[in-house]
């Protein structure tokens, strides 16, 4: 059944409440069918030259480039961020878009594998080859809704793939344009294509005929989402909740660490897969919960239409309904509201920024999973103990170790179980192109950005070649040489 036109998204501006705009959702049945049509573009995308690629995505790069601003305003209108936030969403996407332009064709190159010693008996050299994968499903998410999907398409394309992608539900508006930007591009036809809608149809676009499935988003939807393809015997790249743990130590300095923590915290309103959710003060804790209470406090919330604003709201009703009820079961377990812990009334979706503190593990039970503005600290007696907190989560998407003694804190950022760890650093990381991003445990597997992201849109193929005659002393019929040869071969290679 087609889905009837009176089945519509809305997107909002959550800084409001108002209406911005209806879109019209894909038919469900018409998903198969505009897979098909990416696969059937692919097949000529396949064996494109890399100069015609990479002029192609240069091409959309640049535009998009040209529209920063236009850029800004859709993300600041339909997310809530503010205006900086946004344009560095867009910087970082065309770094990322960039590095694949620039290193892509490496990247994929063939890598040639020496034959061995033994090859003089049995085996010839062979060259690693990186081939398309077909068609990519994607299902992106909106609090990046343009960073957690150009930078993906752009590197499945480069590998020669077909994309059909659905943006996420809450943000239309900016996959519509980003969707636009991409069919001025010049790729061929129905290469790229886009599908809107809610879960019916992310669940239709993964269960169609696609060689890989990529989803962003909560942990809940993608195990939905692997059980669909892992029962389709679908290959998944993932990247799902973080709940990402900061380990301070003794000798970090207070007044930066805490400036840099707040920040790790509350950008994008807590809204940040990376967010900093968790910290444990090596030591005595009350004169950093003090301060970071302090600073918090001291952060404007606000309308992103104003310049002076530091942080903007949750994407939607909804959410901050369920932020609301993750702060209440956190105090239930025991938390204690420093700062923050309300909802903003009137028009928009706000929460004050929170502090909450914990004298045991109990109260971050009830955050696990949490997406928004709010952080809680812990003391500990120390580093052991700091270390065994950060990995009793079962997330791990990152961390951090703060610390003056370098040495001190990579030795036990190397011990937290997360896929990216800083060390003096939060969330920035994320915008290293060439860096690849992921995590471990519940967070979701596979990599994004750089090489890896890059093969990760790719199957391996292993190509062997000999020269035509030469010595093939393992063919039939089998002489009594070849024993003989294989004794010599481990007298001289594996003594």
């Known amino acids: ?13 959550p800084s409001t409440g108002v209406e911005l705009e209806r879109v019209v959702p894909t038919s469900t049945e018409s998903v198969g069918p505009i897979v098909e049509g990416a696969r059937e573009a692919q097949r000529s995308w396949n064996i494109t030259a890399w100069p015609e690629r ?50 892509g064709g490496r990247a994929l190159a063939a890598e040639k594998l020496g034959a061995g010693w033994q090859s003089f008996l049995l085996i010839p050299g062979a060259r690693v080859c990186y081939r398309p994968l077909g068609v990519v499903g994607m299902i992106g998410t909106w609090n990046y809704p343009l960073f957690l999907n150009a930078p993906a398409i752009a590197q499945a394309v480069a590998a020669g793939n077909g994309v059909v992608w659905k943006p996420s539900e809450l943000a239309p508006l900016v996959g519509c344009k980003l969707q636009e930007s991409l069919d001025k591009a010049g790729f061929p036809p129905g290469l790229i294509a886009m599908v809107q809608g809610g879960a019916e149809v992310g669940r ?5 005929r696609v060689d890989k499935g990529m989803f962003t988003g909560g942990s809940e939807n993608g195990r939905r989402v692997l059980t669909t393809l892992a029962a389709n015997g679908v290959p998944a790249l993932v990247e799902l909740s973080g709940f990402d743990p900061a380990i ?41 919960i003090k301060e970071l209470a302090e600073s918090a406090r001291s952060l404007r919330v606000g309308d992103p239409a104003s310049p002076d604003i530091d942080m903007g709201p949750l994407i939607s009703e909804a959410a901050r309904e369920r932020f609301d009820r993750y702060i209440r079961a956190a105090v239930e377990r025991g938390a204690e509201v420093v700062t923050g812990g ?48 950060a990995n009793s989560s079962r997330f791990g998407l990152a961390a951090s170790v703060w610390g003056r003694d370098l040495d001190a804190a990579r030795a036990l950022a190397g011990r937290l179980d997360a896929g990216t760890v800083t060390i003096n650093d939060a969330v920035t990381p994320i915008g290293h192109a060439s860096a690849p991003f992921g995590g471990t445990k519940a967070s979701g597997f596979g990599r ?48």
Request: include cysteine; aromatic fraction near 8%.
């Open 1 to 13: 059944m087609t889905i009837a036109p009176a089945d519509v998204l809305i997107a909002r501006n």
């Open 54 to 103: 990479r002029r192609i995505l240069k091409q959309w790069a640049q535009g998009l480039a040209r529209q920063a601003d236009a850029w800004a305003d859709a993300i600041c209108q339909e997310i809530g961020k503010p205006r900086g936030e946004a344009l560095a969403e867009m910087v970082m996407s065309l770094d990322a878009i960039r590095w694949t332009i620039n290193h």
């Open 204 to 208: 239709a676009l993964i269960e169609a």
């Open 248 to 288: 301070v130590l003794p000798d970090a300095p207070r007044a930066s660490t805490v400036r840099s923590l707040t920040w790790g915290a509350f950008v994008g309103c807590g809204q940040t897969c990376v967010a900093v959710k968790r910290i444990y003060i090596v030591g005595d804790a009350e004169p950093w």
């Open 342 to 389: 309300e909802s903003r009334s009137g028009p928009g979706w706000f929460s004050a920024p929170t502090v909450l503190s914990a004298r045991s593990a109990e109260p971050e039970s009830a955050l696990a999973g949490v997406f928004g503005p709010v952080v809680l600290v812990r003391q500990v007696k120390d580093a052991e103990e700091a270390v065994a907190a």
């Open 448 to 495: 994004i950005h750089g090489v890896h992201g890059l093969r990760e849109f790719t199957q391996t193929q292993v190509e062997h070649a000999r020269h035509v005659g030469g010595l093939r002393p393992q063919l039939f019929p089998y002489s009594q040489r070849i024993p003989a040869m294989l004794k010599a071969y481990l007298r001289l290679f594996h003594r």
